[in-house]
Nanobody
Framework: QVQLVESGGGSVMAGGSRTLSCRASVSTFIRSNDIAWFHQAPGKERQLVAVVFRNGTTTYGASVKGRFIISRHNRENRADLQMNALIPEDTGAYYC???????????????WGRGTQVSVSS
């Protein structure tokens, strides 16, 4: 079973930036899958933030479009989420996963990692 490790979280002031990284224990995992980042705000359900497909194209949730950038780095077996213009509503845990897409819905394919926590203060 592949293990996913998210990193890069921390505390940041509103308007600031943070870059998260996702690494997988299997060397070909990132290259072989569509990769997504998810956000779970305190007390809320996990929601899709962004997807980077195997061909390099991307899609974003409405709340982060224009502020976040998802990227893949296949040689390093890593996927990043660059978060800019952060707002307090971005606070929460961030998780990555491989996803399967079906008519604009995305389903996670493997066990969740521990996530990385981001706290945005105003």
């Amino acid at each position: 079973q592949v293990q996913l490790v998210e990193s890069g979280g921390g505390s940041v002031m509103a308007g600031g930036s943070r870059t998260l990284s996702c690494r997988a224990s299997v060397s070909t995992f990132i290259r072989s899958n569509d990769i997504a980042w998810f956000h779970q705000a305190p007390g809320k359900e996990r929601q899709l933030v962004a997807v980077v497909f195997r061909n390099g194209t991307t899609t974003y949730g409405a709340s982060v479009k224009g502020r976040f950038i998802i990227s893949r780095h296949n040689r390093e077996n890593r996927a990043d989420l660059q978060m800019n213009a952060l707002i307090p509503e971005d606070t929460g845990a961030y998780y990555c996963n491989a996803v399967a897409s079906d008519d604009q819905s995305f389903s996670p394919l493997t066990t969740w990692g521990r996530g990385t926590q981001v706290s945005v203060s105003s």
